[in-house]
Nanobody
Framework: QVQLVESGGGLVQAGGSLRLSCEASGRTFSSYALAWFRQAPGKEREFVAAISRSGDYTHYTDSVKGRFTISRDNAKNTGYLQMNSLKPEDTAVYHC???????????????????WGQGTQVTVSS
């Protein structure tokens, strides 16, 4: 099983960019689908983006399509979320999550992910 640690959050003005990283421990990172979820105060955790274990397949929630890009480097045991054209409504704690898979299926719900990082705060000012 992997353990996940996020980094890269911070305060940015609207229209700016941030890149989040998710570093995984363990030697089986390439066997896991990887996703980013976010949770704003008083709201439920919501899906943002996910990538298959090979990196060949991705899925995004509609509100971030064209602005966010998920990627991974299996040789470095690290996943990324590049966030461009940030909006105040993107403000949240961002969590990466991993799900063991024996295929390139890309899960998109909270319940499908069993391993979570502690989260990193992203704040977008207007």
């Amino acid at each position: 099983q992997v353990q996940l640690v996020e980094s890269g959050g911070g305060l940015v003005q609207a229209g700016g960019s941030l890149r989040l990283s998710c570093e995984a421990s363990g030697r089986t990172f390439s066997s896991y689908a990887l996703a980013w979820f976010r949770q704003a105060p008083g709201k439920e955790r919501e899906f943002v983006a996910a990538i298959s274990r090979s990196g060949d397949y991705t899925h995004y929630t509609d509100s971030v399509k064209g602005r966010f890009t998920i990627s991974r480097d299996n040789a470095k045991n690290t996943g990324y979320l590049q966030m461009n054209s940030l909006k105040p409504e993107d403000t949240a704690v961002y969590h990466c999550a991993a799900a063991y898979r024996n295929s390139n299926y890309v899960p998109t719900t909270v319940a499908q992910y069993g391993t979570w990082g502690q989260g990193t705060q992203v704040t977008v000012s207007s």
